[in-house]
């Protein structure tokens, strides 16, 4: 039997809930072209995002811990993977498009560049006087405008529902720019069930990296109230952690969270009028979501993160590092264009200067800024 994208779209029509985005029904693409046989539009954008240049340099920028830290901490590429895999746990259960989630999760850090808040940080303060940055929307920039991968268009050509769920990506470190995709309206379904896989995710594998790296120690979070439902979902009590009782409690945290949002995000629907994908996006609140219950412990862990994880000197140190050689590399290529790569640089005399090398630097890996540092900056080292 072959599933042609007809069928595939009935599939969808047929089977998912009444809330959902429909491939059928969207709103297309800024450049018109025929669509795939065999996948929808959806499946598409997909499979675009997977094959980009900026998705394979995902795998060589920071999360939290720089790649010489060690090969077992999280990077922006499996960051992203598990973002994608519980987007499509939460997605199949809640009757949503899991095809969309996975095309918004996969997109949804492009933009970062390396040394992840550090970085951004430094491009923020930098680009603030020449129109700021912003993670969310540089990841817009890259799927419209800087992968050059078809002749008659620039970017991926994207569907709107993509574009804008990138656009309005939020969590607890994004703000997002939402004033060319509908700010008026609420992400749709599949947009806030991407965002609450992010949180989900990156909460759990900070954990984890923190708990492995040793910069986190299990007394620094005995009294809070999710750190005891792990040990008792572990069955561990006291003594070293050994490394399968902190999966089993990573496990019991993924476990937890999404069974939070999915009762409390179905909760929530059954609460309200719903019966389409309009409806979700005129709620003055977003359905996906934690419950009262469960937000005052997890803010409590996030917290307990912030203050001795991502505070703790070796991350604060690799961070201002992060940002004073990113402003040397930034100056150093405005004050001299012809230091940069010849294409790089024949974009400084048609575009902004600034943006030109700010889309530069953003596209870096961790290991490449570094080398690019050395190269521009030590003697010793060749250019």
Same mark, same amino acid.
């Given at each position: 039997m072959l599933l042609d994208r007809a069928t595939l779209e009935g599939v969808e029509e047929h089977t998912l809930a009444p809330y959902a985005t429909l491939s059928k029904s969207s709103r297309g693409r800024e450049y018109p072209e025929p669509e795939a046989p065999f996948r929808t539009c959806f499946q598409r954008d997909r499979d675009r995002i997977l094959h980009t240049t900026a998705f394979r340099?995902?795998?060589?920028?920071?999360?939290?811990?720089?790649?010489?830290?060690?090969?077992y901490y999280r990077t922006r590429l499996t960051h992203t993977l598990e973002v994608s895999q519980i987007g499509r746990s939460l997605a199949r259960s809640l009757g949503a498009n899991e095809d969309l989630v996975e095309a918004i999760c996969l997109a949804h850090d492009l933009g970062h560049p390396p040394f992840g808040h550090s970085g951004e940080a430094a491009l923020s303060r930098l680009m603030e006087p020449h129109g700021g940055f912003d993670h969310n929307r540089q990841s817009l920039r890259i799927v419209t405008v800087l992968e050059r991968r078809y002749p008659a268009f620039p970017g991926l050509n994207l569907t709107w529902e993509t574009r804008e769920g990138i656009v309005k990506h939020e969590t607890t470190f994004d703000s997002p720019d939402l004033s060319d995709y509908s700010p008026e309206l609420h992400a749709n379904l599949e947009a806030q069930i991407a965002n609450l896989a992010d949180e989900c995710a990156y909460? $759990?594998?900070? #954990? +984890?990296?923190?708990? @492995?790296?040793?910069?986190?120690?299990?007394?620094?979070?005995?009294?809070?109230?999710?750190?005891?439902?792990?040990?008792?979902?572990?069955?561990?009590? $006291?003594?070293? #952690? +050994?490394?399968?009782? @902190?999966?089993?409690?990573?496990?019991?945290?993924?476990?937890?969270?999404?069974?939070?949002?999915?009762?409390?995000?179905q909760h929530r629907i059954a609460g309200q009028s719903i019966h389409s994908q309009a409806d979700v996006q005129r709620l003055t609140d977003n359905l996906v979501g934690y419950s009262d219950a469960f937000l005052p412990p997890l803010e409590g862990l996030r917290a307990r993160l912030y203050e001795k994880m991502y505070r703790h000197y070796r991350v604060m140190r690799m961070a201002l590092k992060a940002?004073?050689?990113?402003?040397?590399l930034f100056n150093l290529y405005i004050a001299n264009p012809r230091i940069l790569p010849q294409g790089i640089m024949n974009r400084t005399e048609t575009e902004d200067p600034y943006r030109v090398v700010c889309d530069y630097i953003a596209g870096m890996?961790?290991?490449?800024?570094?080398?690019?540092?050395?190269?521009?900056?030590?003697?010793?080292?060749?250019?």
């Amino acid at each position: 039997m072959l599933l042609d994208r007809a069928t595939l779209e009935g599939v969808e029509e047929h089977t998912l809930a009444p809330y959902a985005t429909l491939s059928k029904s969207s709103r297309g693409r800024e450049y018109p072209e025929p669509e795939a046989p065999f996948r929808t539009c959806f499946q598409r954008d997909r499979d675009r995002i997977l094959h980009t240049t900026a998705f394979r340099r995902l795998e060589h920028k920071t999360q939290v811990f720089i790649t010489y830290e060690g090969d077992y901490y999280r990077t922006r590429l499996t960051h992203t993977l598990e973002v994608s895999q519980i987007g499509r746990s939460l997605a199949r259960s809640l009757g949503a498009n899991e095809d969309l989630v996975e095309a918004i999760c996969l997109a949804h850090d492009l933009g970062h560049p390396p040394f992840g808040h550090s970085g951004e940080a430094a491009l923020s303060r930098l680009m603030e006087p020449h129109g700021g940055f912003d993670h969310n929307r540089q990841s817009l920039r890259i799927v419209t405008v800087l992968e050059r991968r078809y002749p008659a268009f620039p970017g991926l050509n994207l569907t709107w529902e993509t574009r804008e769920g990138i656009v309005k990506h939020e969590t607890t470190f994004d703000s997002p720019d939402l004033s060319d995709y509908s700010p008026e309206l609420h992400a749709n379904l599949e947009a806030q069930i991407a965002n609450l896989a992010d949180e989900c995710a990156y909460t $759990s594998h900070d #954990l +984890d990296d923190g708990l @492995r790296s040793g910069i986190l120690q299990p007394e620094d979070l005995a009294d809070l109230a999710v750190w005891n439902t792990l040990r008792s979902a572990s069955g561990w009590k $006291s003594g070293v #952690l +050994d490394e399968l009782t @902190r999966h089993q409690m990573i496990r019991a945290f993924i476990n937890l969270a999404v069974t939070d949002i999915l009762e409390s995000s179905q909760h929530r629907i059954a609460g309200q009028s719903i019966h389409s994908q309009a409806d979700v996006q005129r709620l003055t609140d977003n359905l996906v979501g934690y419950s009262d219950a469960f937000l005052p412990p997890l803010e409590g862990l996030r917290a307990r993160l912030y203050e001795k994880m991502y505070r703790h000197y070796r991350v604060m140190r690799m961070a201002l590092k992060a940002e004073r050689f990113l402003t040397e590399l930034f100056n150093l290529y405005i004050a001299n264009p012809r230091i940069l790569p010849q294409g790089i640089m024949n974009r400084t005399e048609t575009e902004d200067p600034y943006r030109v090398v700010c889309d530069y630097i953003a596209g870096m890996t961790d290991r490449f800024a570094l080398e690019e540092y050395g190269k521009l900056t030590d003697p010793q080292t060749k250019p």
